[in-house]
């Protein structure tokens, strides 16, 4: 994991700052995810997407991500980032 700034790397501020979700569909820049991903998540893990970037959040991230992908019944490989 590369600490730059206390981002933990280049690709999770590409993802907090697009406008699209990993799902693809529309999101706020500054979110993680859209609110019908974000729905999808138990609360303790949105809590937990509030920790500080370069703070724990890489792995957060993964795990909501992980989760959505379990919840959605996707493979891994099908809900990828865009830009």
Do not use: W
Request: glycine letters at 8%; one cysteine or more; charged letters at 25%.
């Amino acid at each position: 994991m590369t600490k730059r700034k206390g981002i933990e790397t280049l690709s999770q501020m590409d993802q907090l700052m697009s406008t699209i979700c990993q799902c693809g569909g529309p999101k706020k820049k500054r979110h993680p995810f859209c609110i019908a991903c974000y729905k999808l998540l138990p609360r303790v893990k949105r809590y937990a997407l509030y920790a500080p970037l370069g703070d724990g959040y890489a792995a957060v991230y993964d795990d909501a991500l992980k989760y959505l992908k379990k919840v959605k019944g996707l493979e891994p490989n099908e809900m990828v980032f865009h830009l």
